[in-house]
């Protein structure tokens, strides 16, 4: 970071300072893009070349079957072996340029007879994109600041913790390539304000539709142009430029945005699209309103104006009111609503409520992913905004709208973590500028070259050039080698302990699979826990190819990823009742789960519980969400207040509720663990997770029975029994029961089948021939 | 307005209280009927009925009732500085009222209360010392280990009421909130302040060019965000801790949480640090003498270096096993 700065003095020594400026930023981007891929490599040195977490094996799963195939056969896959037994349109419902992505780096490179096995490309994609996004960081920053702005950003961006933390290699995710989208398309955006030419609005159409085909989030995106546009118009900043780069952007951008199966009509249909088509018609109005001005007197004019500007605003508030009405427009869906009325969530929808990425952010993790900068960025705001042009309102606004959306939800700060290093570079780069020129040694070569080399199109520019040349005298008696370079080695300690704190929240924080779990011991050996793999491939060996296998939903990717086996729920959260179904069962008792089970023609049960190893993500620590979800459901048969204890606690040991110590959640996780006494100071059945001795240990199970459980019973999975061959009469009505009636001798006549005219036949005799007779009549 | 409405009605329950405090205790034996026709009186002047010991003791305790009573117990007065039994007490008469005005209303479900300092003995015959605390009075029995409504768990709003009310005695009550208008009047009263303060300036408008309050602007609604104020919103904090021994904490002990309190520190360092780097750059461009730019760049300096290394060690003592700091431990 420190080249930036000393640049200046290599300029003015050499002959050929293009050259070395150039070679400058080459190393420094480079350097940024090579410090980004190998601090996100914890992972896979520590453990494997290996994909993380939950989501990332889903894609990893559609990446393969799109590698296997085809693309058409891709997008028209239909997957039976998930929601089970719906069945999910994975062509139609995932955001493809992810799979796409990976997919073309690999036929590529197959095409070069490079062969590599596509699970490391996907495990290496979101390190190589952290560079990508490190280099159009710059060229933003350098288009809204100065190229050296632009350094520090693409440094800032390629070690920030708040990028990292999606983007480490493994974990395969749709955030990893959109990042970079996001930028690009905010570079190209800026570059097509600037210039107000076709060529870049077209290009930042295309960008846009590559961030349509990988995140959700390009919502953002379509809403942070037309503000932009909307808000320039207010300060009375309009021009040809930017009608053109709009109109661009936003007719071919919809087109393509469109051609997204997942996306289809939404741009046309939904409340999120609608602010972009209202900035549209209304810049429209406003160059139609320009034209007439010229034309009409300006009494004229002030009539016009006051009738269109009414006119307007009616016929657009009831075109939209009338849409939404009449059900074409559809209105917000639930995740969005949560962000703008923010007790939403909390109530109606306990499926988003429950995911630890949908809370609030506390300052804490605000600091913790973003350190300095947090700090610093206001300060790149406020110099923004002094200086105020064009492309930095953009970046204002982007601030200001991402920051509110970080506080409302965790995993938004992702959005916001870009926008935060361009403006904390931007802050940084103007002190270390003032503070690294050597006041005695001014020549005015420098001042020159950058008024050629910046060809500012906007007014401030000059203005401020102006008064820092009317400064230049005063520079003379300025403040002094020694005092200036105290203040540079304070602050780049200060950046130091920035890179360090990234490195360690890096390797401490977000450099875990999650699926391959690690235990140091006390003289510091590790042990692997490699439970949850060792399951699945169980569960992938021994089991038939048509198993069902029900879990929570967190674990579904998992098992379809790995286990290769059909799931009821999975991550992709998109049906409700169905989840409940699942956590209904898990929080019956055996009986009535039994009953459901079958429902769902359910073969194997899987849950994980941490009681042995002390893990606590386990199912039993989730378990109350289960509940809840099931009771949003289903209020009559679960009842959240019956799974704790009087005192209105959550409690596995002797003093929890009885509901709890019999449901089929607990069950399951500590069946057979009352035997097991893991050390002499506690207990046998002691709960490492919990750090009580569990409440129920005498656990028997009739309709499953246990069928696997991994080295540290990690992962327990339950055959679901079949119905048993014969059952025992229980009803009333049943037909295996006994007649009712009862024989006797005396009343033979009364019993049932019996024949009204039957010969009674006396030992001794032959019948009488009154009978024969009458039986040869008939 | 509001204010003077509840003035009023508190002015004539005392009226009512005294006029039937008198009348009720000197017929000692009443018969159900007459009880219930009582109740029902007094619920149609007012949907909660306000109880004391005896009138507990009569209403409530006495045998045979064929009516359900959610009592509420609270401590309604200001020297007892209950902060939560005046929310509690709003959403109780929200689902009082509700009920009142339904068209289910009959004499099977009153709802009453007990404020502490009117019935101290009821409280200790219920064996409470905190409150508020929701019981309901079947009308067969005494109430059982259900008929307490578990609020630490649940809350109280209306809503959790209606449903703990429909659990115990099988009547659903439809909440209705009274619209609340607060919001919105206040967003028109900004917008209409705004507007005025345009139209009166309408010759002047120079101060909507001003860049100096529009970054203000921007900065506190960053710097309100980035200390976590939405958080406290959604979660509701509590301002600070005060532990038994009386000391206070400042700042939440985790990561996971935080304070109100603590957040407006960080808003403060945050800040600080914010101006200590514009200082810094203000240093240069100011018309002083170089010993002033001086000063200005050191105090600069120093402002952003104590300051960060502050919020560091804050941050430190929160996240546990944190390693680094700078200047300050």
């Given at each position: 970071?420190?080249?930036?700065?000393?640049?200046t003095?290599?300029?003015?020594?050499?002959t050929?300072?293009?050259?070395?400026l150039?070679l400058?930023?080459?190393?420094?981007?480079?350097?940024?893009?090579?410090?980004?891929f190998?601090?996100?490599?914890?992972?896979?040195i520590?453990?494997?070349?290996?994909?993380?977490?939950?989501?990332?094996?889903?894609?990893?799963?559609?990446?393969?079957?799109?590698?296997?195939?085809?693309f058409?056969?891709?997008?028209?896959?239909?997957?039976?072996?998930?929601?089970y037994?719906?069945?999910?349109i994975?062509?139609?419902?995932?955001?493809?340029?992810l799979?796409?992505?990976?997919?073309?780096?690999?036929?590529?490179l197959?095409?070069?007879?490079?062969?590599?096995?596509?699970?490391?490309?996907?495990?290496?994609?979101?390190p190589?994109?952290?560079?990508?996004?490190?280099?159009?960081?710059?060229?933003?920053?350098?288009e809204l600041?100065?190229?050296?702005?632009?350094?520090?950003?693409?440094?800032?961006?390629?070690?920030?913790?708040?990028?990292i933390?999606?983007?480490?290699?493994?974990?395969?995710?749709?955030?990893?390539i959109?990042?970079?989208?996001?930028?690009?398309t905010?570079?190209?955006?800026?570059?097509?304000?600037k210039?107000?030419?076709i060529?870049?609005?077209?290009?930042?159409?295309?960008?846009?539709f590559?961030?349509?085909?990988?995140w959700?989030?390009?919502?953002?995106?379509?809403?942070?142009?037309?503000?932009?546009?909307?808000?320039?118009?207010?300060?009375?900043?309009?021009?040809?430029?930017?009608?053109?780069?709009?109109?661009?952007?936003?007719?071919?951008?919809?087109?393509?945005?469109?051609?997204?199966?997942?996306v289809?009509?939404?741009?046309?249909?939904?409340?999120?699209?609608?602010?972009?088509?209202?900035?549209?018609?209304?810049?429209?109005?406003?160059?139609?309103?320009?034209?007439?001005?010229?034309?009409l007197?300006?009494?004229e004019?002030?009539?016009?104006?006051?009738?269109?500007?009414?006119?307007?605003?009616?016929?657009?508030?009831?075109?939209?009111?009338?849409?939404?009405?009449?059900?074409?427009?559809?209105?917000?869906?639930g995740?969005?609503?949560?962000l703008?009325?923010?007790?939403?969530?909390?109530?109606?929808?306990?499926?988003?409520?429950?995911?630890?990425?949908?809370?609030?952010?506390?300052?804490?993790?605000?600091?913790?992913?973003?350190?300095?900068?947090?700090?610093?960025?206001?300060a790149?705001?406020?110099?923004?905004?002094k200086?105020?042009n064009?492309?930095?309102?953009?970046?204002?606004?982007?601030?200001?709208?991402?920051?509110y959306?970080?506080?409302?939800?965790?995993?938004l700060?992702?959005?916001?973590?870009?926008?935060?290093?361009?403006?904390?570079?931007?802050?940084?780069?103007?002190?270390f500028?003032?503070?690294?020129?050597?006041d005695?040694?001014?020549?005015?070569?420098?001042?020159e070259?950058?008024?050629?080399?910046?060809?500012?199109?906007?007014?401030?520019?000059?203005?401020?050039?102006?008064?820092?040349?009317?400064?230049?005298?005063?520079?003379?008696?300025?403040?002094?080698m020694?005092?200036?370079?105290?203040?540079?080695?304070?602050?780049l300690?200060?950046?130091?302990?920035f890179?360090?704190?990234?490195?360690?929240?890096?390797?401490?924080?977000?450099?875990?699979?999650?699926?391959?779990l690690?235990s140091?011991?006390?003289?510091?050996?590790?042990n692997?826990?490699?439970?949850?793999r060792?399951?699945?491939?169980?569960?992938?060996?021994?089991?038939?190819?048509?198993?069902?296998?029900?879990?929570w939903w967190?674990?579904?990717?998992?098992?379809?990823?790995?286990g290769?086996?059909t799931?009821?729920?999975?991550?992709?959260?998109?049906?409700?009742?169905?989840i409940?179904?699942?956590?209904?069962?898990?929080?019956?008792?055996?009986?009535?789960?039994?009953?459901?089970?079958?429902?769902?023609?359910?073969?194997?049960?899987?849950?994980?519980?941490g009681?042995?190893?002390?893990?606590?993500?386990?199912?039993?620590?989730?378990?109350?969400?289960?509940?809840?979800?099931?009771?949003?459901e289903?209020?009559?048969?679960?009842k959240?207040s019956?799974?704790?204890?009087?005192?209105?606690?959550?409690?596995?040991?002797?003093?929890?509720?009885?509901?709890?110590?019999?449901?089929?959640?607990?069950?399951?996780?500590?069946?057979?663990?009352?035997?097991?006494q893991?050390?002499?100071?506690?207990?046998?059945?002691?709960?490492?997770?919990?750090?009580?001795?569990?409440?129920?240990?005498?656990?028997?199970?009739?309709?499953?029975?246990e069928?696997?459980?991994?080295?540290?019973?990690?992962v327990?999975?339950?055959?679901?029994?079949?119905?048993?061959?014969r059952?025992?009469?229980?009803?009333?009505?049943?037909?295996a029961?006994?007649?009712?009636?009862?024989?006797?001798?005396?009343?033979?006549?009364?019993?049932?089948?019996?024949?009204?005219h039957?010969?009674?036949v006396?030992?001794?005799?032959?019948?009488?021939?009154?009978?024969?007779?009458?039986?040869?009549?008939? | 307005?509001?204010?003077?409405?509840?003035?009023?009605?508190?002015?004539?329950?005392?009226?009512?209280l005294?006029?039937?405090?008198?009348?009720?205790t000197?017929k000692?034996?009443t018969?159900?009927?007459?009880?219930?026709?009582?109740?029902?009186?007094?619920?149609?002047?007012?949907?909660?009925?306000?109880?004391?010991?005896?009138?507990?003791?009569?209403?409530?305790?006495?045998?045979?009732?064929?009516?359900?009573?959610?009592?509420?117990?609270?401590?309604?007065?200001?020297?007892?500085?209950?902060?939560?039994?005046?929310?509690?007490?709003?959403?109780?008469?929200?689902?009082a009222?509700?009920?009142?005005?339904?068209n289910?209303?009959?004499n099977k479900?009153?709802?009453?209360?007990?404020?502490?300092?009117?019935?101290?003995?009821?409280?200790?015959?219920l064996?409470?010392?905190?409150?508020?605390?929701?019981?309901?009075?079947p009308?067969?029995?005494?109430?059982?280990?259900?008929?307490?409504?578990?609020?630490?768990r649940?809350?109280?709003?209306?809503?959790?009421?209606?449903?703990?009310?429909?659990?115990?005695?099988?009547?659903?009550?439809?909440i209705?909130?009274?619209?609340n208008?607060?919001?919105?009047?206040?967003?028109?009263?900004?917008?209409?302040?705004?507007?005025?303060?345009?139209?009166?300036?309408?010759?002047?408008?120079?101060?909507?060019?001003?860049?100096?309050?529009?970054?203000?602007a921007?900065?506190?609604?960053?710097?309100?965000?980035?200390?976590?104020?939405?958080?406290?919103?959604?979660?509701?904090?509590?301002?600070?801790?005060?532990?038994?021994?009386?000391?206070?904490?400042y700042?939440?002990?985790?990561?996971?949480?935080?304070?109100?309190?603590?957040?407006?520190?960080?808003?403060?360092?945050?800040?600080?640090?914010?101006?200590?780097?514009?200082?810094?750059?203000?240093?240069?461009?100011?018309?002083?003498?170089?010993?002033k730019?001086?000063?200005?760049?050191?105090?600069?300096?120093?402002?952003?270096?104590?300051f960060?290394?502050?919020?560091?060690?804050?941050?430190?003592?929160?996240?546990?096993?944190?390693?680094?700091s700078?200047?300050?431990?």
């Amino acid at each position: 970071m420190a080249d930036t700065g000393s640049k200046t003095d290599i300029r003015n020594s050499l002959t050929k300072p293009a050259g070395w400026l150039s070679l400058v930023t080459f190393a420094v981007l480079s350097l940024a893009c090579v410090a980004g891929f190998s601090s996100r490599l914890f992972a896979v040195i520590r453990f494997e070349s290996i994909i993380h977490e939950f989501d990332p094996w889903f894609n990893y799963r559609a990446t393969h079957h799109m590698v296997a195939t085809n693309f058409y056969d891709f997008l028209n896959w239909f997957d039976e072996r998930a929601w089970y037994p719906l069945g999910r349109i994975v062509g139609g419902t995932v955001y493809p340029g992810l799979m796409v992505t990976s997919g073309s780096i690999h036929y590529v490179l197959s095409l070069l007879n490079i062969p590599v096995h596509i699970r490391d490309i996907c495990v290496f994609l979101a390190p190589m994109f952290s560079g990508l996004t490190a280099l159009a960081t710059y060229f933003f920053t350098k288009e809204l600041w100065t190229p050296g702005a632009g350094l520090f950003a693409a440094c800032f961006i390629a070690i920030v913790p708040g990028y990292i933390s999606r983007s480490v290699a493994g974990s395969y995710d749709n955030e990893g390539i959109a990042i970079f989208a996001l930028m690009f398309t905010y570079y190209l955006w800026i570059k097509a304000v600037k210039t107000g030419a076709i060529f870049w609005g077209a290009l930042t159409a295309l960008s846009y539709f590559y961030m349509v085909s990988a995140w959700g989030g390009y919502v953002f995106i379509i809403n942070l142009i037309p503000l932009h546009v909307f808000v320039l118009l207010l300060m009375g900043r309009f021009s040809r430029r930017i009608y053109v780069a709009y109109n661009t952007f936003y007719i071919l951008g919809t087109i393509l945005s469109m051609q997204v199966p997942f996306v289809g009509f939404q741009p046309l249909k939904t409340s999120e699209h609608m602010a972009a088509a209202g900035v549209f018609a209304l810049l429209h109005a406003y160059a139609f309103l320009q034209y007439v001005q010229g034309v009409l007197t300006k009494s004229e004019f002030r009539y016009f104006f006051l009738f269109a500007i009414v006119a307007a605003a009616g016929l657009v508030f009831l075109a939209v009111v009338g849409l939404t009405w009449a059900g074409v427009v559809a209105p917000w869906s639930g995740r969005f609503y949560s962000l703008w009325d923010t007790g939403y969530a909390k109530i109606h929808i306990p499926i988003i409520a429950s995911v630890s990425e949908h809370q609030p952010t506390t300052w804490v993790s605000f600091f913790f992913d973003l350190h300095i900068l947090i700090c610093v960025f206001p300060a790149g705001v406020w110099f923004c905004i002094k200086n105020i042009n064009d492309e930095r309102v953009f970046i204002v606004l982007y601030a200001v709208s991402a920051v509110y959306f970080a506080g409302v939800m965790v995993r938004l700060m992702l959005t916001l973590t870009p926008c935060v290093c361009v403006l904390a570079a931007i802050a940084f780069s103007k002190t270390f500028e003032i503070y690294l020129k050597d006041d005695t040694t001014k020549s005015n070569v420098e001042e020159e070259k950058q008024e050629k080399n910046s060809q500012y199109y906007d007014k401030v520019q000059p203005g401020k050039k102006q008064r820092i040349r009317e400064d230049r005298p005063k520079d003379a008696e300025g403040i002094g080698m020694n005092i200036k370079s105290i203040i540079i080695i304070c602050l780049l300690m200060m950046l130091m302990l920035f890179a360090v704190h990234c490195t360690w929240v890096t390797s401490n924080a977000y450099s875990s699979p999650s699926i391959v779990l690690a235990s140091y011991g006390n003289d510091g050996t590790r042990n692997i826990l490699d439970d949850f793999r060792e399951a699945y491939y169980w569960l992938r060996q021994n089991t038939d190819d048509k198993a069902r296998v029900m879990s929570w939903w967190d674990y579904g990717y998992q098992i379809a990823g790995m286990g290769n086996r059909t799931t009821l729920v999975d991550n992709n959260t998109w049906n409700n009742s169905h989840i409940a179904m699942v956590g209904k069962a898990m929080s019956s008792n055996e009986t009535a789960a039994y009953d459901i089970m079958r429902l769902l023609d359910v073969n194997y049960v899987l849950v994980i519980f941490g009681g042995v190893i002390g893990y606590s993500g386990d199912d039993i620590n989730k378990f109350l969400w289960m509940v809840r979800i099931a009771e949003g459901e289903h209020p009559r048969d679960i009842k959240e207040s019956d799974y704790f204890t009087p005192q209105g606690e959550f409690r596995v040991d002797s003093s929890g509720s009885k509901t709890l110590l019999n449901c089929l959640m607990y069950k399951l996780s500590y069946y057979r663990f009352g035997e097991l006494q893991l050390d002499f100071r506690t207990p046998p059945g002691y709960d490492r997770t919990r750090g009580v001795e569990i409440g129920n240990k005498n656990i028997k199970l009739t309709h499953l029975e246990e069928a696997y459980t991994t080295e540290h019973w990690l992962v327990r999975i339950y055959r679901v029994k079949d119905l048993s061959n014969r059952i025992e009469a229980t009803f009333s009505d049943t037909k295996a029961k006994k007649p009712k009636v009862k024989y006797s001798r005396k009343t033979s006549k009364k019993k049932r089948g019996s024949l009204k005219h039957k010969p009674k036949v006396v030992p001794g005799k032959k019948p009488t021939k009154k009978t024969k007779t009458k039986s040869k009549k008939n | 307005m509001d204010v003077a409405k509840k003035l009023c009605f508190s002015l004539l329950l005392v009226v009512l209280l005294v006029h039937y405090g008198n009348s009720t205790t000197k017929k000692k034996e009443t018969t159900m009927g007459d009880r219930v026709s009582q109740l029902m009186d007094w619920s149609s002047r007012k949907s909660v009925i306000r109880l004391n010991g005896d009138k507990f003791r009569m209403y409530l305790k006495s045998t045979p009732r064929n009516y359900s009573v959610v009592l509420m117990l609270t401590a309604l007065q200001p020297q007892r500085q209950c902060a939560v039994c005046k929310q509690a007490n709003d959403e109780f008469t929200i689902i009082a009222n509700s009920w009142r005005y339904s068209n289910q209303f009959s004499n099977k479900l009153f709802f009453a209360m007990v404020d502490f300092d009117e019935g101290q003995d009821v409280f200790s015959s219920l064996k409470l010392n905190s409150a508020p605390v929701f019981i309901h009075f079947p009308a067969k029995g005494k109430p059982k280990k259900g008929d307490t409504m578990d609020i630490h768990r649940v809350g109280f709003a209306a809503e959790q009421l209606s449903k703990f009310i429909a659990e115990r005695t099988d009547i659903q009550i439809r909440i209705f909130r009274p619209p609340n208008y607060s919001g919105t009047l206040a967003l028109v009263l900004l917008f209409s302040l705004i507007a005025g303060l345009l139209y009166l300036k309408r010759n002047n408008l120079e101060f909507l060019y001003n860049k100096t309050s529009w970054a203000i602007a921007a900065l506190s609604i960053i710097f309100a965000m980035t200390s976590g104020q939405m958080w406290n919103h959604i979660r509701g904090p509590p301002f600070m801790h005060k532990n038994q021994q009386g000391q206070v904490a400042y700042i939440h002990g985790s990561s996971q949480g935080q304070f109100i309190v603590e957040t407006y520190i960080v808003i403060i360092l945050n800040a600080a640090i914010c101006v200590g780097m514009v200082l810094l750059n203000e240093a240069q461009h100011m018309k002083a003498d170089a010993g002033k730019k001086r000063i200005m760049a050191l105090i600069g300096l120093g402002t952003v270096a104590f300051f960060f290394s502050l919020l560091l060690s804050v941050f430190r003592s929160k996240y546990q096993g944190y390693p680094y700091s700078f200047l300050i431990k």
